[in-house]
Nanobody, 123 residues
């Protein structure tokens, strides 16, 4: 069983930067690929970024490439999403998720989810 707790979401101005974090319980964190997803009001949950268990592989949705960076610290059981040049359309609840094996962009393929953290970008 893995428990995930996101933090760091807040209100930020367009063009600004923000880092959200996801702390995981358990002793086998490095066995899990991690993903960040987001859901805006009235929209489906969408993939943002993912990272492999050893941190060497990452993948991003096109809309955040060059602006967001996913990373992880397996010694701290934590995954991060550094967001820069934020836009109002980045406003959403951001969720982290964990799955055994390889990365995926498909939400149902993830086994564990956090409760989400709100990121609001004002124009």
């Amino acid at each position: 069983q893995v428990q995930l707790v996101e933090s760091g979401g807040e209100l930020v101005q367009a063009g600004g930067s923000l880092r959200v974090s996801c702390a995981a319980s358990g002793r086998t964190f490095s066995s899990y690929a991690m993903g960040w997803f987001r859901q805006a009001p009235g929209k489906k949950r969408e993939f943002v970024a993912s990272i492999s268990g050893n941190g060497r592989g990452t993948y991003y949705t096109d809309s955040v490439k060059g602006r967001f960076t996913i990373s992880r610290d397996n010694s701290k059981n934590t995954v991060y999403l550094q967001m820069s040049t934020l836009k109002p359309e980045d406003t959403a609840v951001y969720y982290c998720a964990a799955k055994l094996g390889i990365q995926s962009v498909i939400p149902p393929s993830y086994d564990y989810w956090g409760q989400g953290t709100q990121v609001t970008v004002s124009s």
